[in-house]
């Protein structure tokens, strides 16, 4: 068992804008996932993503299929 804390940032693209989400990747090799959270409530939930299902959705991000 881990009990390795999640390390989260944002994005360097982030505009400042308010509407930005943190992620912690640090995650990826002990426990598979990729937290993600609202930067604006930091103190609030997160949302565990398994790391094949975000490397699909940055994928997708990256040549605009959305």
């Known amino acids: 068992m881990t009990t390795e804390s999640p390390r989260w940032f944002k994005s360097s693209y982030s ?4 509407q930005c989400i943190e992620v912690a990747t640090n995650l990826v090799v002990s426990r ?3 937290p993600v959270r609202d930067s ?4 609030g939930p997160s949302l565990a993503v ?3 299902s975000f490397a699909a959705f940055i994928a997708a991000v990256k040549t605009e299929a959305f």
């Open 15 to 18: 505009g400042g804008g308010g």
């Open 32 to 34: 598979g996932v990729v």
């Open 40 to 43: 604006k409530v930091p103190e």
């Open 50 to 52: 398994s790391a094949h």
